[in-house]
């Protein structure tokens, strides 16, 4: 790179910017080099480093403790902890992470009973043994019916050989009595072709016209787009607002977890 500089057809101020310019580029790879080495022997002899290195090693050491601090200082202002597996802030009320499922330390692992679940939906605690929900009355994510009713018995699925095959005069009539006569197959045409009238309702029957809102004080019809009634003067409602979206439930303990947590932190299901 240097030689293709110095052999270059320029003037001499533009070869001694290129050639600082490389120099420069080289010194910044040096020193990203110099960094790589230095992190390398620190996560190596973190614990046995030679003497001539203790004063850096302490100066290390002194600034990760600084760091750390002001990890837990933030942490403590949000209120939340890190979490030892995958380092995601956990609030301090949480038994578990809602990120890996870890167990938080300082949190007894709550025992559950398996008579009852949660309904996802509306959070109401049923049976287990239920498909829907008693409250809200949505299918139960976790509802699963015993093996013994979801396999029969061998004996119960399939019937005995004389009840499958029925006896060949059974199976094939006499030809009289499946041929009827030809004047019961064909019907007379003004059976099968019904009148117009009867085929085609009338226009006014078929388009059913559109109920007009009307006043709740006088019952007289309002016009499209009023704000008051031209009949008693009565303020038209506004419809109701559109009710808020239901929240989310561990369908295992009840506890309420955000639309972007995979483990409950309540009890560390996989949601």
């Known amino acids: 790179m240097l030689d293709s500089i110095l052999n270059a057809v320029k003037s001499d101020a533009e070869k001694i910017a290129e050639i600082e310019a490389l120099a420069a580029q080289s010194q910044q790879k040096l020193q990203t080099v110099y960094f790589e080495i230095g992190r390398l022997y620190v996560a190596l002899h973190g614990d046995d480093y030679e003497a001539p290195f203790k004063a850096?090693?302490?100066?290390?050491?002194?600034?990760?403790?600084?760091?750390?601090?002001?990890?837990?200082?933030?942490?403590?202002?949000?209120?939340?902890?890190?979490?030892?597996?995958?380092?995601?802030?956990?609030?301090?009320?949480?038994?578990?992470?809602?990120?890996?499922?870890?167990?938080?330390?300082?949190?007894?692992?709550?025992?559950?009973?398996?008579?009852?679940?949660?309904?996802?939906?509306?959070?109401?605690?049923?049976?287990?043994?239920?498909?829907?929900?008693?409250?809200?009355?949505?299918?139960?994510?976790?509802?699963?019916?015993?093996?013994?009713?979801?396999?029969?018995?061998?004996?119960?699925?399939?019937?005995?050989?004389?009840?499958?095959?029925?006896?060949?005069?059974?199976?094939?009539?006499?030809?009289?009595?499946?041929?009827?006569?030809?004047?019961?197959?064909?019907?007379?045409?003004?059976?099968?072709?019904?009148?117009?009238?009867?085929?085609?309702?009338?226009?006014?029957?078929?388009?059913?016209?559109?109920?007009?809102?009307?006043c709740v004080q006088c019952g007289k019809p309002l016009k499209s787009g009023a704000a008051f009634c031209i009949h008693c003067g009565r303020k038209v409602e506004a419809s109701a607002p559109a009710a808020a979206p239901a929240k989310r439930f561990c369908t295992q303990c009840g506890t309420a977890v955000s639309e972007q947590a995979r483990f409950c932190t309540g009890c560390g299901k996989w949601l």
């Open 56 to 214: 850096l090693f302490d100066e290390v050491h002194k600034v990760e403790e600084t760091v750390r601090e002001c990890n837990r200082a933030v942490r403590d202002i949000k209120g939340v902890v890190g979490c030892e597996k995958c380092g995601s802030d956990v609030p301090k009320t949480s038994a578990f992470c809602g990120v890996c499922g870890h167990a938080m330390p300082g949190f007894e692992v709550p025992v559950l009973s398996q008579d009852y679940v949660v309904c996802s939906v509306c959070g109401k605690r049923v049976e287990a043994s239920l498909r829907f929900c008693s409250a809200c009355n949505m299918p139960l994510k976790t509802a699963v019916a015993p093996v013994e009713e979801i396999v029969a018995p061998v004996e119960e699925t399939v019937p005995p050989v004389e009840e499958i095959v029925a006896p060949v005069e059974e199976i094939v009539a006499p030809v009289e009595e499946t041929v009827p006569p030809v004047e019961e197959i064909v019907a007379p045409v003004e059976e099968i072709v019904a009148p117009v009238e009867e085929i085609v309702p009338p226009v006014e029957d078929a388009v059913a016209p559109a109920e007009a809102p009307s």
